[in-house]
């Protein structure tokens, strides 16, 4: 991937998980932020306009509500890849394995 997800996930993992996790709730963390991406993933492939993203993808929420400020985060990233791309790879799969690897 590039260095915009790096960066985004630096900023939802100080957003949303705060200083120090235990391996369970880092776990746990990924998943929900795993969670986000794929709900914004398939926002992007119902073509819902960027502006649109946040309150598409709240009302579908299956996390936390705090998981909700990685929503603004996530969405330009994946709406300036190519369509071919969102609909060739698993975002929320590499977005879980960066995260865990953090």
Known sequence: MNKSIFAALAAISMAVSGPALAASKKETSCMHQAA???AVQQA???RVKERQV???VKAKATWPESFN???PLVT?????MKMRDVKKNDLAAAWKE???AQ
């Open 76 to 80: 330009p990233w994946v709406y300036e």
């Open 69 to 71: 400020t990685a929503i």
């Open 54 to 56: 946040p309150a598409a």
């Open 98 to 100: 960066m995260c865990l």
């Open 36 to 38: 986000v991406v794929a």
């Open 44 to 46: 992007r492939l119902d």
